[in-house]
């Protein structure tokens, strides 16, 4: 008698469409599904870096293509699914990674600023599960949804009350989705990172003291990887999570666990 085991993690041929695909995580997502067999979207603003990215995925045997958008803005999501059904002929996997952080007093940050938090997580996240969504429930054959959430959705942090809000949110949306999307055989969970060594976080990781205060918090002795991403983001785009919806799965050397 056989389980299958070995195709458990099989994500070969299905299509994933990723937002902020050039960004410090987005980058090693893209580069590790299309390892994986995944025909990947790449979706960002900015075309060069689309472009680099792309051209690089490709020399390396992958399948993708890229499509410019802003994740906050409505028609641009609409324009990036289409494009992705265009050249594709649907999606199997939604991982909208796109996100910021501007930390500030709430006192003194400018309303605009902590706007501009919130579109960028929780909006451009929400923007992306409503149109991908439609084609996903359309296509009737499952799908994956990842939302990419943080330690921060759980843990406040004192000038972070648009990043820490924003991320809270995205786990419940990750729960409401399931409970939404169970029916159509679609998975929807939260992938939370602790401070990852990418772009966003060299505040943290370029400043000896603010780095040595996060690694004495982190029971695994050091901070992510971009690498370390991988392993989780490949569980929940496989077969072997179709029984797991709804969960927050914390990648952070168990810096939640204490
Ligand atoms: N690194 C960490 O330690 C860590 C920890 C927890 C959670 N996360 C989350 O993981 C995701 C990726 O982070 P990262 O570390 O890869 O950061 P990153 O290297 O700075 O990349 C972030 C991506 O988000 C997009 N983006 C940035 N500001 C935006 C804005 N105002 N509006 C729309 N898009 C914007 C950028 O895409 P463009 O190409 O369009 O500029 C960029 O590719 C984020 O959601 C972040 O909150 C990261």
């Not at 199997?92 to 600023?113: H, M, R, S, T, V």
Request: charged share 20%; net charge positive; aromatic share 8%.
């Amino acid at each position: 008698m056989s389980f299958g085991v070995k195709d458990l993690f099989d994500i070969k041929g299905k299509v994933a469409l990723i937002s902020g695909a050039a960004g410090g995580l987005g980058t090693v997502a893209s580069k590790g599904l299309a390892e994986a067999g995944a025909k990947v979207m790449l979706s960002g603003r900015n075309e060069k870096t689309l472009k680099e990215l792309a051209g690089q995925i490709k020399q390396a045997g992958g399948a993708c293509d890229y499509c410019v958008g802003d994740p906050t803005t409505h028609e641009d999501v609409k324009n990036v699914v289409a494009a992705t059904k265009k050249a594709f002929g649907g999606i199997d996997i939604l991982i909208p990674i796109a996100g910021f952080n501007k930390p500030g007093p709430i006192i003194e940050q400018p309303l605009e600023e902590w706007q501009s938090i919130i579109a960028a997580n929780l909006k451009g996240t929400y923007l992306f599960c409503k149109e991908a969504g439609k084609v996903l429930i359309e296509q009737q054959r499952g799908g994956k949804v990842i939302l990419i959430s943080s330690t921060r959705s759980e843990l406040g942090m004192a000038n972070y009350s648009g990043y820490s809000p924003a991320k809270g949110a995205i786990n419940l949306l990750a729960k409401t989705l399931a409970a939404e999307w169970g029916p159509h055989k679609i998975n929807v969970n939260a992938l939370a990172p602790t401070v990852f060594r990418t772009p966003l976080t060299e505040w943290m990781w370029g400043d000896a003291k603010v780095y040595e205060n996060f690694l004495r918090r982190i029971p695994i002795g050091r901070l992510g990887e971009p690498e370390d991403f991988l392993g989780s983001l490949i569980f929940l785009s496989s077969k072997a999570s179709d029984f797991i919806t709804g969960a927050i799965l914390y990648a952070d050397g168990g810096y939640t666990a204490c």
